[in-house]
């Protein structure tokens, strides 16, 4: 079956950085777009950035300029790179995988990032 399992989170400073990664298993991950989206309790998940199977990508404002995805199709992994993260950066961070093009139909378990001084 499918499973993405996200790793990378934790604590950090405000102007820190962290790289989450994602780990894929149960489709052929060259194939499917992937996605990061971010969750915090009382607001609806959103968007953080994607890449395409050819690794066109794509951002939200908010991040744009400070984070940066990619993929590593032999290792079946995605990662999202975070530099100069910002207290408005906490969330539950997800990893996502398309059906096709960019619709996503399924996520991972999430890894908190907290950014706290």
């Known amino acids: 079956q499918v499973q993405l399992v996200e790793s990378g989170g934790g604590l950090v400073q405000p102007g820190g950085s962290l790289r989450l990664s994602c780990a894929a298993s149960?489709?052929?991950?060259?194939?499917?777009?992937m996605g990061w989206y971010r969750q915090v309790p009382g607001k609806q998940r959103e968007l953080v950035a994607a890449?395409?199977?050819?690794?066109?990508?794509r951002y939200a404002e908010f991040v744009k300029g400070r984070f940066t995805i990619s993929r590593v199709n032999a290792k079946n992994t995605v990662y999202l790179q975070m530099n100069s993260l910002k207290p408005e950066d906490t969330a539950v961070y997800y990893c996502?995988?398309?059906?096709?093009?960019?619709?996503?139909?399924?996520w991972g378990q999430g890894t908190q990032v907290t950014v706290s001084s």
């Open positions: 996502t995988k398309a059906r096709v093009g960019f619709n996503f139909d399924f």
């Open positions: 149960g489709i052929i991950f060259s194939t499917h777009a």
């Open positions: 890449i395409t199977r050819v690794s066109s990508t």
